[in-house]
């Protein structure tokens, strides 16, 4: 594989301000439901690089829906009966309002046909039943990348082996895996990695962002195959060159690098690959619309921190998951009561969460400071015990298990995250008591 340096340097560039794509650059996300012309895909293809991926562009919105394509994949099958959803649709919903950040209040109904909004689709399922549900960019069958609303697979894997008794969220690194006692990560407990603040250098900050030689952007390159001082390095090469800045606990420092440690602690432990291990716990128990897909690094290893693919309503059951109305999407129990216990209830201060480099980024994000902290993978955990977690170019999965209420959406937005400053509002419209 060719030398890819200055492509690595761009992707710093593009992680740290997102070059993204201008309005008059891009084609309306709409057209692209009828799929991609050739000349189109070849183009996207010559010019395969992470800046590209990452703009928000064109070839954003083609990756994105077409990642089974171009990276080794792991393909996760429906294995139960199928278990429809009964819908009752509440137009209402869509005169909720939020302060957008480019184009003042608008209604969701106003923001979803915004032609700048760049929102693809969205769905709100309450005590499991469809209540809301419109696809402007998007077929109801098409899969879409999830980014980083995929973490939260990371943190279930991990809580079904500390049920199994394999795991303890008190282990450290080096107890758990022997042969990275040589690394930095040997002193990080298990939770602390969980809770993302662990203290390494593998945050994803401007700083960071901006530095070809970061742990967080080796990892990218390892994952898509470019090369790193004209090698190719696999994921665990990456991590195991992290080292100790800080001491962990102390603040959130959200990261990819992290999440991915996950990866490599599961299966160390299960002693199965990643994909193989979600599906065994959770997938294989949902009786979904289609496939659930885990895209690989090109050394095998699962991309589990955000490249996951599956339609709306697929990132939408595994939300129903940690909700009362998990039986009408799964024969068994994935999720259980003391699992969404340690999520609610192992919170951390409020202060953890807004010293960090990104708790402000997400309270900006959202339009909204009343949530408590991040937990277990996951974004934020409000008093009332509700559950978000974002994706990169404005992907979401919120979860209300009080209210039974599951809220998921798509878009290919770089500049505007507008589309999250919807979900509280929709959450505490009063529409969904407990």
């Known amino acids: 594989m060719k030398d890819t340096t200055l492509k690595t340097i761009a992707l710093g560039a593009a ?3 997102p070059l993204s794509a201008s309005a008059q650059d891009r084609t309306p996300v709409a057209e692209f439901k ?6 189109q895909v070849e183009n996207f293809r010559s010019n395969y690089n992470l800046p590209n991926l990452l703009s928000g562009g064109d070839a954003s919105v083609w990756w994105s829906q077409r990642t089974s394509e171009v990276m080794n994949t792991a393909y996760l099958p429906v294995q139960v009966p199928y278990m429809p959803l009964e819908e009752a649709i509440m137009p209402e919903i869509g005169e909720i309002t939020a302060d957008t950040k480019n184009f003042g209040t608008l209604s969701l109904n106003d ?3 915004h032609p700048e909004s760049y929102a693809k689709a969205i769905i709100i399922i309450h005590k499991g039943r469809v209540v809301f549900e419109e696809y402007p960019g998007l077929n109801p069958w098409d899969a879409h990348v999830w980014m980083s609303t995929a973490k939260p697979l990371t943190s279930i894997v991990i809580d079904h082996l500390i049920d199994e008794g394999l795991l303890s969220q008190d282990q450290t690194v080096g107890e758990i895996m022997p042969d990275w006692a040589h690394t930095g990560w040997a002193p990080i407990r298990l939770i602390d990695i969980l809770d993302m603040t662990p203290g390494m250098n593998s945050e994803e900050n401007d700083k960071t962002r901006a530095d070809p030689n970061s742990i967080a ?3 990218f390159n390892a994952e898509f195959g470019f090369q790193y001082n004209k090698r190719n390095e696999t994921v665990p090469q990456v991590l195991q060159d992290a080292v100790s800045v800080s001491p962990p606990g102390e603040k959130l420092e959200y990261g990819s690098p992290t999440t991915e440690m996950l990866v490599l602690i599961a299966e ?8 193989q291990l979600l599906d065994k716990y959770v997938w294989s128990r949902v009786g979904a619309e289609g496939p659930l897909m885990v895209h690989l690094s090109p050394y095998g290893t699962a991309t589990a921190h955000g490249v ?5 309503r697929v990132l939408a059951r595994f939300g129903m998951l940690y909700t009362p109305s998990w039986d009408k999407t799964a024969t068994e129990r994935v999720v259980s009561e003391e699992v969404i216990s340690r999520i609610q209830g192992g919170v951390r201060a409020p202060e953890f969460y807004r010293n960090g480099f990104d708790g402000p980024v997400f309270i900006d994000r959202l339009n909204d400071d009343t949530m408590i902290t991040n937990s277990r993978q996951w974004d934020a955990v409000w008093p009332d015990g509700d559950l978000w977690k974002a994706g990169l ?7 209300s298990p009080g209210k039974d209420l599951v809220i998921a959406f798509f878009s290919t937005n770089v500049p505007d995250d507008s589309f999250h400053r919807y979900l509280r509002p929709i959450a505490t419209s009063g529409l969904f008591a407990e």
């Not at 009828?34 to 000349?39: H, V, W």
């Not at 160390?268 to 994909?275: D, K, M, N, R």
Request: charged content about 10%; hydrophobic content about 50%; aromatic content about 12%.
């Open 15 to 17: 992680l740290t301000m």
């Open 34 to 39: 009828n799929g991609f012309t050739l000349e």
């Open 111 to 113: 923001w979803l046909a």
């Open 217 to 219: 952007t080796r990892l």
């Open 268 to 275: 160390a432990v299960g002693g199965e690959p990643w994909a």
């Open 308 to 312: 996951v693919s599956g339609s709306l």
């Open 393 to 399: 170019q404005s992907q979401a999965l919120y979860v």
